[in-house]
């Protein structure tokens, strides 16, 4: 089945660690995203790519990077200069920059 | 700025029953409008999709519709299941990309 793969589901991190969250998908689809969730707030947009080997920042794109080597692949690197990494993370992919969304099923990072 | 509004923020319904959310919105122009159910713990899922013109759309029991001079969108359902326990997002497509999301109206459906 076509679709989004994230991984880990659920996520635990120590203080000053950096952690990367994996996003892979099967649809063909040329744009990608990553999303920031937490609790009575909408979804906020941390980084963004349209085409492999190019992307660009979000609103919320401090303390976080990203890697766009394959059409398929969008992983998130979580670093230690994120003040307040403990969310839910949710990737995304469109046919083209107007298309409509698909979502992962998320990861959960906790900071403990 | 913006924004996408919905209430409300929470609501409980009894099985069976029928209900409304609303989204609010100041973004103009925009292409289009979705509504998205997210269950917990799960990524959103597309409900429907309006343009700027279209009125209203429909997918099984849920009914979005669009009043361009007021600037609403309400996703009704009906005849509420256990299973329409969710999250559900409001968001619009500005002219271009750029995607704006609503909070979200969390729904508790009881038996």
């Known amino acids: 089945d076509g679709g989004i793969t994230q991984s880990p589901k659920y996520l635990f991190r120590k203080e000053g660690q950096n952690v990367t969250l994996s996003c892979e998908q099967n649809l063909n689809h040329d744009a990608m995203y990553w999303y920031r969730q937490d609790p009575g707030q909408g979804l906020r947009l941390i980084y963004y790519s349209q085409i492999v080997n190019d992307f660009q920042k979000g609103d919320i794109a401090e303390g976080y990077s990203v890697s766009r080597e394959k059409k398929e692949s969008f992983p998130l690197t979580v670093t230690s200069a994120q003040k307040n990494p403990t969310a839910f993370y949710l990737c995304?992919?469109?046919?083209?920059?107007?298309?409509?969304?698909?979502f992962g099923e998320g990861s959960r990072l906790t900071v403990l | 700025k913006n924004q996408v509004e919905q209430s409300p923020q929470s609501l409980i319904i009894l099985e069976g029953k029928n209900c409304t959310l609303q989204?609010?919105?100041?973004?103009?122009?925009?292409?289009?409008l979705r509504w998205y159910k997210q269950d917990t713990g799960r990524g959103p899922v597309s409900l429907t999709i309006m343009t700027f013109s279209e009125n209203t759309k429909s997918n099984g029991r849920y009914t979005a519709t669009l009043d361009a001079d007021t600037k609403q969108s309400s996703l009704h359902i009906t005849a509420s299941q256990l299973s329409d326990s969710a999250s559900y997002i409001c968001v619009l497509r500005e002219a271009g990309t750029a995607l704006i999301f609503g909070k979200g109206t969390t729904l508790s459906v009881s038996s």
């Open positions: 995304a992919s469109s046919i083209d920059g107007t298309g409509e969304l698909f």
């Open positions: 989204c609010n919105y100041t973004v103009s122009p925009f292409s289009n």
